[in-house]
């Protein structure tokens, strides 16, 4: 008889993800080479839930988040399995895992795709919508060209802020994450900015530490002018290296974040199942807030 026949797939146990596993998550994360850092797995559980996949030796292989926003959608991030335990289903496992438990509490799953995982979330019945890229900015510069923005008052964002925030962020996103938007404030204080003109926010940025760059998102602006002026202040308060993700319809902030240095890294897909659209309103979103998050 064959040796190949007797092969099986090691026994995995299925699990809730809790503090107890943040080692294991963390080091799903390095092999995958993503930005997460600690505070961002704590955040993450503390606002959602997941589920995980740990081997018979203790070792953590596969994971996956789910983060409801309202009631109507809920994000599915960190579908994470280790190198040495891939092409096994496991991450068709935690998705349907996942993807149940949004199912019998009747809300619409949204994920952001890395192009190595895309066809995994199709075949498991998402559907694409629209995309953004990552950029990369190693050297903190500001080059000429800066956004014009007459009448605009450029500051960091205060406590009386929230109310307006929250009113320009719920169309924008299609939900209400304030319990979010308020931890990122606190994660990276410097970047928590907003920008005024005639006495109303009109756009407002954050951002947070990673375990390789600082990532600055969610930016919500009414154009795309106010968002090249806020960003352009962000990068004279923050520290490379810096990762954005700015939403593909805005060609203008592309090219002038470009122009100040940054790369592309990586495209990404928003995909949606159970729903006939992505949520929200990406003329006004420039900078998604990461694709774990929304």
Known sequence: MPATENTRAPEVH??????QHLAGAMALSRAASWNQCEADWRMMLRLGEGWGLTAADGTLVASIIVLPYGDAFAWMSMVLVSPDHRRQGYASRMLRRAL???????LA?????????HEVY???????????????????????????????????LAEGDW?????????AFGASREGLLR???????????????????????????????????????????VAQALLAHALSLVSAPLY???????????????????????PFTRMVCG?????????????AAGPELG
């Open 109 to 117: 799953a949204v994920l952001d795709a890395t192009p190595a995982g």
């Open 244 to 266: 954005v993700d700015i939403v593909d319809r805005h060609a203008e902030l592309r090219g002038w974040g470009m122009k100040q240095g940054f790369e592309v890294q990586r």
């Open 122 to 156: 199709l075949q498991e019945g998402l559907r694409d919508t629209w995309g953004f890229q990552r950029y990369s900015l190693t050297e903190s510069r500001l080059a000429s060209g800066l956004p014009d923005a007459p009448g605009m008052q450029l500051r960091g």
């Open 183 to 225: 931890s990122l404030c606190a994660r990276l204080p410097e970047a928590a900015l907003v920008a005024e003109r005639g006495g109303k926010i009109c756009a407002y940025l954050l951002g947070r530490e990673g375990r390789e760059a600082r990532q600055l998102g969610p930016l919500v602006a009414e154009d795309e002018t």
């Open 163 to 171: 109310p307006q925030i929250l009113a320009l962020d719920l169309p």
């Open 14 to 19: 299925e699990h809730a993800l809790g503090e």
């Open 275 to 287: 729903a006939e659209r992505a949520p929200g309103d990406n003329r006004t979103v420039m900078l």
């Open 100 to 106: 149940a438990h949004l199912q019998s509490r009747g």
